[in-house]
């Protein structure tokens, strides 16, 4: 059961999943990117909430997907093995789903009729976590320091606005989403650590 619980089962899934969808979408032209991109006219007036999930599970090329599972995968598996698979799942919806709603928000407000792709909300909701641990887990991970973390995610920041059709909303929400996300989830392990002590 142990070995179990330090298997990284939620991201390899998560990863699968998108790589199926990814060479489905290859399959099926732009069918599938039609029904599942991420826009303010589909969701906030025709009423497509499902988009704000699904666009989650699509990606615009190769380097999208691999950069995006590489991370998803190494990282991922470090935090689902301190946290746990059900609080990493809910963390990394929760934040891709924070950040899709955080995108719709700025394109609703700039008239941006555009759509857009991506785990990279949840991705960057990962980032968030990783900082919430090293601040308050209460436990040192190996390699892992609050400098690095923060160095990591200037340097996402950095590339995501110096590149062009990069939905840096998205990647805001989904770290500050993850990040207090994060922050609650270390304080409940802390309490449940300190009562069992």
């Known amino acids: 059961m142990k070995r179990w619980k330090e298997l990284p089962v939620v991201s390899s899934s998560l990863v699968a999943v998108n790589i199926l969808v990814y060479i489905l979408c290859m399959f099926m032209g732009n069918d599938l990117y039609r029904?599942?991109?991420?826009?303010a006219v589909d969701v906030l007036v025709n009423g497509e909430y499902g988009r704000v999930l699904w666009a989650m599970f699509l990606h615009s090329g190769v380097p999208h997907i691999f950069n995006n599972m590489l991370i998803l995968f190494f990282m991922g598996a470090m935090i689902e093995k301190e946290i746990g698979h059900v609080w990493f799942a809910l963390l990394y919806f929760?934040?891709?789903?924070?950040g899709n709603l955080v995108s719709l928000y700025v394109k609703?407000?700039?008239y941006d009729?555009?759509?857009?792709?991506?785990?990279?909300?949840?991705?960057?909701?990962?980032?968030?976590?990783?900082l919430a641990m090293v601040l308050l887990f209460g436990r040192k991970m190996a390699n892992v320091t609050p400098v690095r973390v923060i160095a990591m995610i200037l340097l996402s920041l950095y590339n995501g606005f110096s590149g062009e059709n990069i939905d840096n909303a998205a990647h805001v929400g989904g770290l500050l989403v993850g990040f207090a996300g994060g922050c609650a989830v270390c304080?409940?392990?802390?309490?449940?650590?300190?009562?069992?002590q």
Request: aromatic share 2%.
């Open 108 to 110: 609703a407000g700039s």
């Open 187 to 196: 304080m409940l392990q802390r309490v449940r650590r300190g009562r069992r």
């Open 113 to 130: 009729m555009s759509g857009s792709v991506g785990a990279s909300g949840a991705v960057f909701g990962l980032d968030g976590v990783l």
């Open 94 to 98: 929760l934040s891709g789903i924070g």
């Open 35 to 39: 029904m599942g991109n991420l826009n």
